[in-house]
């Protein structure tokens, strides 16, 4: 069972609730960024402080793991995210313990019905019993055992429902477990991503989504998959032999809905390339790496004119980035006539 707002780890009824959320037949087939849930978010770049609930203050283990984990939040979140950090005045309350409200099955949980204004989140205590056995918090143990769950992996896993993550949605075969830590299902000692301590870049896709990126230099996730716009403009059309002109190109990210804050978003620090070719040819020569010319997502190059030639701007598919490449529409730059002291000489007539 779940209610608005709350989620717990490990064990619960999340599946269905997710498949329906991304309106999926099931839950196998479907991969990309988190889903989103429901409720207001916090404001962009908003610090959230937290402190513990009177008389369910976590055991020091516990306690700097929750603090790691805000750390973590806060370090991996390539977005204008919230940020937290424990406060002794903070509004929102973390506890531990028995009286955690957290659902029959659930180890930790969470409440963001109150954002912006505040959260509320607990963990479960060490040793709760389960039908799948007892619970054994990793930070409790001199030499972690197998089968205990990370406080600070599922803290943070709870921090990113705070700020509006649903639980990702994996491949059948979990191939994809570390897309994410916002997960149904936290893993323990020893499976793979049983301590992950940053946000996977599905989560970052939709934090990214959601609020924003923090410059026009930010990588965008690998989870998204986005359109971009490159325009071209030469400084003139038409000049004489051994002019120099200069070409600006801009770079962005179509404005589209499903986009939301990252629509329309300039892309600055990118590798643009200038080409040209002489008119009439299909052959298209590249002739220099554009230069960032510190204006958001413009870049300029400049060429010195010897022949009527047509230009174009081409920014590459990248690697490391959820962005498709694109180039922009040719322009033409037309040499009428010699404007230098020493002109280039005609083919001679052969003489008969």
Not at 126 to 148: I, T
Not at 166 to 186: C, E, I, K, R
Not at 269 to 285: D, H, I, P
Request: hydrophobic residues 35%; contains cysteine.
């Amino acid at each position: 069972m779940s209610r608005a707002g709350v989620s717990w780890r490990a064990f619960g009824s999340w599946l269905l609730a997710i498949s329906l959320l991304m309106g999926a037949p099931g839950v196998a087939a479907a991969h990309g960024p988190d889903p989103v849930l429901g409720g207001a978010l916090f404001g962009q770049d908003q610090r959230v402080g937290f402190r513990w609930r009177s008389g369910s203050v976590p055991p020091p283990d516990i306690a700097n793991a929750i603090r790691a984990a805000a750390a973590d939040a806060n370090a991996s979140r390539a977005s204008r995210a919230a940020t937290f950090a424990f406060d002794a005045g903070g509004s929102s309350l973390i506890g531990y313990g028995a009286e955690a409200t957290c659902g029959v099955n659930g180890i930790a949980c969470f409440d963001r019905t109150a954002a912006p204004a505040s959260f509320t989140m607990w963990l479960r205590e060490e040793g709760r019993s389960f039908d799948w056995g007892k619970l054994k918090w990793c930070q409790m143990y001199d030499v972690p055992p197998n089968g205990c769950y990370d406080a600070e992996t599922v803290a943070l896993d709870e921090l990113g429902h705070v700020e509006g993550l649903g639980h990702h949605v994996n491949f059948s075969d979990d191939s994809d477990y570390l897309d994410a830590v916002v997960q149904t299902f936290s893993r323990t000692k020893p499976r793979v991503g049983w301590d992950m301590h940053s946000f996977g870049r599905c989560d970052v896709a939709t934090l990214q989504r959601e609020y924003d990126v923090p410059t026009s230099s930010t990588l965008i996730s690998t989870c998204l998959d986005l359109d971009t716009g490159l325009t071209l403009k030469p400084s003139a059309t038409s000049v004489t032999f051994g002019k120099t002109i200069s070409l600006t190109a801009t770079l962005k990210i179509i404005d589209r809905d499903a986009y939301d804050r990252l629509g329309g978003n300039w892309l600055s620090q990118r590798v643009v390339k200038l080409q040209r070719r002489a008119a009439g040819s299909t052959t298209w020569s590249t002739i220099a790496t554009m230069a960032h010319t510190g204006a958001a997502g413009t870049y300029a190059a400049s060429t010195t004119v010897t022949a009527s030639f047509e230009y174009r701007a081409v920014y590459s598919t990248p690697s490391g980035e959820g962005l498709n490449g694109d180039t922009s529409p040719t322009v033409k730059v037309t040499m009428s006539g010699c404007g230098t002291s020493i002109c280039p000489q005609s083919q001679p007539t052969s003489e008969r």
